[in-house]
Structures are given as structure tokens and as C-alpha cells.
């Protein structure tokens, strides 16, 4: 009798968990073979962290498009040698997949050339872009395309441009190649190399084929709100509209990179404006994503910027009041959001190199 009780319970149980696996197939919950996607769009809010984007949710009144992202990991930034990384190791990590020492580019801790996914992606055939609202030569745009051991040779770095086969790359440091201190004009030689190069926002929307270098302010780009306007976002839709060509597939890197600049000033409206002009270009992202269905959409962070608290706020009135335990970065784990075919893989607390070695494996560059 207690046998044929446990056999019934058995049944019921297989029955019920055949049932939930077909429904949870019919809703696209459960996949049988892993999704690979064709081009990842990784995208870098530097410095954000929790409160920076909870802050921006609240101003907006939860109106987000980062809110509409379903796997969500935690990622750890601690660097080689310290606790708390800065944007240089700690966009190494994710670029390249190597914990280094703070201030290093593109390099492991021994001063080694490490290649980074836009390297690797340039070897497979993809297309291959990069897209900031800062200047190009920056660190954290910097760790895709250099390596350099101090983070601060910014020459150095616009030079290793010319050694890439990157497609298309948009933001501000026209100085750092064509106002040298070498006398080298490497405008000329981007042109050599069949770059169309674009000063201006207008000129970077005529483009509609080939390689571009958008070198549209001489260093940073003002902050958005004293005029910049909605570079980062119409950028962001320059690039793909240029990468996405490739029948191979395409691996574009962005930067909202002031986000970290409102930390470090402890200023929240800084904060605010940038990580609100950041989902704008999130947004862009994502409705190719969902149009393509071929894409993986990435939102990290390097590191967390001004130990950043929500001390108060108003959804109604989009009153976001931030409280600041620093003004340097944090050691805060930051969310890590993704939105496509593989996103499922981002889960738990994850080590920030783990995001290169998922981008890596997704696109079929490593077992």
C-alpha cells in the first residue's frame, strides 16, 4: 500500500514538473540548446553603482529603460592590488578579462599585453566600435583598444588606434592626435587608413558607410546639461547603424562616463542628468536588441563612484536627494544588467572578469 502511495506521489510530481517545463518552454523561459548572440553592445556607466541608477529611477518616476532588464548580477571591481579598483584596472577587467593593478591599461599585473574583446572580435571577422562621452584616450575606452602602463598616457594611447582595426570609434580628444607633443598629425593618418573624420555631431550623422572617427570635442565633451545634448545617445545609433553591415556580427563598446564625474564632485544633479542621458543611449541599445534578436545587451559599471546613498526622494516630483560617504570610488559591488540571447548567464555575484570570459564564450571565441 505505501509502495503504491510513493508510486503515485512520484507520477504526480513527474506529471506536474513535465507540465510546469512545457509551460515555462511556451512562455521562453526554458531553452533547450544555449542562445548565441551575433554582436554585443557592452555598456559602461562609469561609477555607477545601486543608488546612482535608484536615484535616476526616482527622478524619471521609475521611466528607466534600465528598469526593463530581467537578469541582473552583482559584480565585484576589486583590482590586483587594491580593494577598491579605479576605471583603469577595472575596465581592464572587463575589457580584457585580467584583474591588474590600479592605473594600468590593457595589461596584466607583470606589464604583459593582454588583447581585449575588441581585439578578439577583430580576429573573428566582426565589426568593432566604441562610443563615449568622453574623451577617446580616456581610461576606460582606453583598456578596448591600448595597453599602456599608466593610464595616463594619453598620446600613447590615441597612437595604439592606429594599430587596431576598430570600425568605428565616437567621443571627444581630438587634441591627443592631431595637438601633439610629437609633432605627429595621426589625423592625416586616420584618413590614410580610410577613416572619414568628423569634428561635429552634424558630420558624424552623414556618414552612412565605412569607418568613422568622430573626434567631436578637443578633450571631454561638456557635461550634458551645459551642452551636449543628446551626443552619447545619437552616437550609440551612428555606430550600429554603421556595424550592423557585418553578416558576421559586431562588438561595440559605450561609455556614459561622467556618471563617475557627479560622484567624485558628490554633486547628485550631476549624477542624475548623466545616468538619465545614460539610458537614453540604453534605450537605443535595446530597441535594436529587441528588433534584431540577435544581440546581447551588457550594463556594468567599472566601479562605484562617491559611496552614493538615497537619503530621500519624491517620485512624483522627481526629487532625488544623494548622500555621499567619499569622493573618491567605493568597493561597492555594482549591478550588472543583460537583455538577449545568452543574458541568462549573468546571475549571482559574479567577478567583473567573468563578464569578458561570458562575451567571450557567447560569441564562440572561447570554450
Known amino acids: 500500500m505505501l509502495k503504491n502511495s510513493v508510486k503515485s506521489l512520484i507520477l504526480i510530481a513527474l506529471l506536474l514538473s513535465g507540465a510546469e517545463y512545457t509551460q515555462a518552454q511556451k512562455s521562453g523561459k526554458v531553452s533547450k540548446k544555449e542562445k548565441h548572440p551575433r554582436n554585443v553592445i557592452i555598456m559602461i556607466g562609469d561609477g555607477m553603482g545601486l543608488a546612482q541608477m535608484y536615484a535616476a529611477y526616482t527622478a524619471t518616476d521609475g521611466k528607466l529603460r534600465l528598469a526593463e532588464f530581467e537578469h541582473i548580477a552583482l559584480s565585484k571591481t576589486y583590482s590586483a592590488n587594491d580593494y577598491t579598483t579605479d576605471s583603469g584596472a577595472g575596465g581592464t577587467a572587463i575589457a580584457c578579462g585580467v584583474k591588474t593593478n590600479n592605473g594600468m591599461i590593457g595589461m596584466n599585473p607583470d606589464s604583459v599585453a593582454v588583447k581585449s574583446i575588441l581585439r578578439l572580435a577583430e580576429e573573428h571577422g566582426l565589426s ?14 582606453a583598456s578596448f583598444v591600448a595597453s599602456v602602463p599608466n593610464r595616463k598616457q594619453s598620446e600613447d594611447i590615441a597612437k595604439q588606434y592606429l594599430d587596431t582595426d576598430i570600425d568605428v570609434f565616437i567621443g571627444g580628444g581630438y587634441d591627443a592626435f592631431a595637438k601633439r607633443s ?6 592625416d ?3 590614410k587608413r580610410n577613416y572619414q573624420v568628423a569634428t561635429a555631431i552634424p558630420a558624424m550623422l552623414e556618414v552612412n558607410s565605412g569607418k568613422l572617427a568622430a573626434l567631436l570635442y578637443p578633450a571631454h565633451p ?7 545634448g543628446d551626443m552619447l545617445s545619437l552616437s550609440v545609433a551612428k555606430a550600429i547603424d554603421l556595424l550592423k553591415t557585418n553578416k558576421d556580427g559586431f562588438v561595440l563598446m559605450v561609455e556614459g562616463s561622467q556618471i ?5 564632485g558628490n554633486d547628485t544633479d550631476y549624477v542624475v542628468e548623466e545616468v538619465i542621458d545614460f539610458d537614453k543611449a540604453i534605450g537605443v541599445a535595446l530597441d535594436f536588441a529587441r528588433h534584431d534578436q540577435q544581440t546581447l545587451v551588457i550594463i556594468t559599471a567599472d566601479h562605484e563612484t562617491g559611496g552614493m546613498a ?5 517620485f512624483k516630483t522627481g526629487e532625488a536627494k544623494g548622500a555621499f ?6 568597493a561597492i559591488p555594482v549591478p550588472t544588467y543583460a537583455f538577449g540571447p545568452g543574458a541568462e548567464n549573468f546571475k549571482g555575484i559574479i567577478e567583473n572578469t567573468d563578464i569578458f570570459r561570458l562575451m567571450s564564450k557567447l560569441l564562440g571565441f572561447s570554450k
Request: with cysteine; charged share 15%.
Open 310 to 314: 538615497n537619503a530621500g526622494g519624491n
Open 128 to 141: 568593432t566600435g566604441l562610443v563615449v562621452s568622453c574623451d577617446v584616450t580616456h581610461a576606460t575606452p
Open 325 to 330: 560617504t567619499t569622493g573618491n570610488h567605493s
Open 260 to 264: 563617475d564625474w557627479g560622484g567624485h
Open 189 to 191: 593618418q586616420l584618413v
Open 182 to 187: 610629437d609633432s605627429l598629425n595621426l589625423i
Open 222 to 228: 561638456p557635461r550634458v546639461s551645459e551642452g551636449r
